[in-house]
C-alpha cells in the first residue's frame, strides 16, 4: 500500500535549482536510504515531505491520518526538564487519559452510592471503553519503553533526571531522536541519525528500524547502517532523483556499472565529434559551393547532437595517497598493562596490545571508555599512571584530531599549509589544494569559516604532507560525505605504513581494517579481521592468520571453560526468572482487569467503602505492575548485551 507519493517536485532558490521533478511512492513499511553529495538537496526534499517549506510546483499525497515524524541533522533543544520528563511529553495524552480514569473511578464511586443514578450506566460505559484504549496503548509500560529506549540510545540509568541544559549536543540529539522514535509516527524521516552515536547504539537503533511497523526515509553517510536497514536507494543528483532497489552496497555496483558505461559512451560520442569537427575543417578549408554545403549539413548534425554529459571523473575527487618518508622498524607499538585513572575515577586497565608494520587496525569501544585518551597517551599528550607504551625503531606519528584542535583557526587554509610545508612553491601549493577541492579564492577562507567537512579536508593534507609511517586518525570519516570517504579508504588501503584508527563507521573499518581492538574498562580484546570478521567471533575463541589458534595455558582455559559455563548458568537463570516476571505480570493484570469489571457491578458501585476498598487494591497492583515491567526490561536488555 503507498503511503506516500510525489509527482514532479521541483524546488529552487533565485537561480539555483534544487530539485527538479522529482518523482517517487513509498510504501507501508518500506526502508529507502536517501543518498547524494553534500548540498544536493536532501535536507530541502525532507523540509517540503513534512511541511516545512514549500514546494515551487509539483503534488504530494500522505494518506489519509498518516503522520509524519522529523529528526533534523542539526537539533536545538531547549528545556529546563530532565531526560526522562522531556521524553514524557510524548505520553502526555497517555497520561491525561490515565488521569481521566482515576475521575471516572471518582465519579462512579460517588454515583454508586445513590438508590437511583441515570448517569451511572453512562460513566461505566465511557470508563469502559476508555480503559481498552489505555491498555491498547501500553498505558501500563510505557515508562518501561522510555527507560528501554533511552537505554538502547546510550544513556544509563543514572543520567536519566539530568537537566537537559547540562546535556552536550550530541546528547540533546539522542533525546531528541529517543522522543521521534517513541512518538511513533506512520512516516519517519531521519537526517543522520547516527551522528552521535557509539557503535553499540547504532546497532541497537538498526534493529529498531527493521522491526519498526511503519515507513521510513533515512538521509545517512553510514552504509554499513544503510546496508543493515534500507530495501532501496534514492540517489539525488545534479536536482534529479534516481531510483535504486536494494541496498546501499547493491546500488553501489549498480551506480559504478551505470558510470563505466556512461563514460565509454561520452568517450565514443567525443571521438566523433572530434571526427565530424576535422571533416568539417577540411571541407571549409577545400572552398567551392559543393564542400561548404556538406560542412555545413555536417555542422547541422552536430548542433543537433544530443550530448552526453561527462560523468563524474576522478578530477571531480579530492585525490590522497599518504606515503612514509622512512620505513619504520616490525614492531611499532608495544603496550603492556597500560592503566589511567583521572582522580579516583578509572578509565580502563590492564590494556595489552602490539601493532606491527603495515597493520591496517581499527580501535572500536563504548563511547566515554577511554579511546582518544590512549591516542593521547601514545602521542605523550597525556602522562601514564601505570604501564609501558614503547614506540618503534624510526617511528614517525602523524595524528588527525577528530576535533581539529591542530588547525588555527584565525590562518587561511593556505597559509595553514604552506607555513608547514615552506619549501612549496605557489603553484605546487595551489595543486596540492586543488586535489582537495579548494579551487580558487577558497583558499583564502580562514579556518574558522569552514565547514566541519572542510576542515575534514585540511587535516588530511597536513597529515599527508607529514610523510608519517604511523598514522594515529580520531573519527577520521565525520564530516565527510559518501565519495570523500571512499577516497580515504582507498587511499589508506594503498598506504604502506601502519594505522590504527578510532571509528564508529563500521563499512569504513570493514573495508579499512584488518585487525580490530575493542577497548572495555577492563582490558582489550583483539580481532585478526576486520569488523565483520569481529562481530562472527567476538564470542569465539580468537583465530590467528598463521596459527590455528592462539596458544593459551591449560590456567586460562580452565579459566575461560569456568566463565564460560558461568556465563550458561547465569543466562539460564536470567531466562527463568523472565518466564517467571511474565507470568506475574500476566497474572497481575488479570487481577486489575477482575478488580476493574467487579467495580462495574451495581451491588459494588453501590457500596462506598467497598468500591474505594476495591480502586485502592487496583492502584497498588498498578504499582507492582510497574515494578515487574521495570525489572522485565532490565532483565531482557542484561541477555541481549551478552
Known sequence: MIVLSCSNIS??????????????????????????????????LFNILCGRISMDSGEMFLSKDYKIGYLEQHTQLESDKSIFDEVM???TPLIDMEKKLRELEHSISIEGQKNESKLLDSLMNEYAH??????????????????????GLGFVEEQFYMPIAHLSGGQKARVMLAKLLLSKPDILLLDEPTNHLDIQAIDWLE????????????????????????????????SLLKIYNGNYTTFMKKRKDELELLEKKYEEQQKEITRQEE???????????????QAQSRQKMLDKMKKIDSPLSESKKSKIRFEPKVKSGNDVISVEDLSKYFGEQKLFTDVNFKIYRGEKVGLIG??????????????????????????????????????????????????????????????????????????????????????????????????????ANLLLMDEPTNHLDIDSKEVLEDALQNYDGTLLVISHDRYFLNKVANKILDLSGTGI??????YSYYLEKKNTPIYDSEDDVIQKTRTQLKAEKKKEKDKKL??????EMIKNIEKNISGYEDKIHELENELCDPSVYSDHEKSQSIHQEILELKDELELLYDEWVMLTEEISEE
Open 130 to 151: 476508555l480503559m481498552e484504549e489505555f491498555q491498547n496503548r501500553n498505558g501500563y509500560g510505557f515508562k518501561s519503553e522510555i527507560k528501554g529506549t533511552l537505554k
Open 570 to 575: 547465569l543466562e539460564k537463570k536470567q531466562k
Open 366 to 467: 563504548p563511547n566515554g571508555v577511554g579511546k582518544t585518551t590512549l591516542f593521547k597517551m601514545v602521542t605523550g599528550k597525556i602522562p601514564i599512571n601505570d604501564g609501558i607504551i614503547e614506540l618503534g625503531h624510526h617511528v614517525n606519528i602523524g595524528y588527525f584530531d577528530q576535533e581539529q584542535s591542530n588547525l588555527n583557526d584565525e590562518k587561511t587554509i593556505v597559509d595553514e599549509i604552506w607555513d608547514e610545508n615552506p619549501s612549496l612553491d605557489h603553484y605546487q601549493i595551489r595543486s596540492l589544494l586543488a586535489q582537495f577541492l579548494f579551487f580558487g579564492d577558497d583558499i583564502f577562507k580562514e579556518i574558522s569559516e569552514l565547514s566541519g567537512g572542510e576542515k575534514s579536508r585540511v587535516a588530511l593534507i597536513k597529515l599527508m604532507m607529514s610523510k
Open 525 to 530: 580484546a583483539e580481532y585478526l579481521g576486520n
Open 279 to 293: 571533416i568539417i575543417r577540411r571541407f571549409m578549408s577545400y572552398g567551392g559551393q559543393r564542400y561548404i554545403r
Open 207 to 238: 534493529r529498531y528500524i527493521k522491526e519498526y511497523k511503519g515507513a521510513a526515509i533515512i538521509i545517512s553517510h553510514d552504509r554499513y547502517f544503510l546496508d543493515n536497514t534500507v530495501s532501496k536507494i534514492f540517489y539525488l543528483e545534479n
Open 11 to 44: 524546488k529552487s532558490y533565485v537561480v539555483d535549482t534544487i530539485l527538479d521533478k522529482i518523482t517517487f511512492s513509498l510504501n507501508d513499511n518500506e526502508k529507502v536510504g536517501l543518498v547524494g553529495l553534500n548540498g544536493a538537496g536532501k535536507s530541502t
Open 89 to 91: 511529553d510524548v505520553f
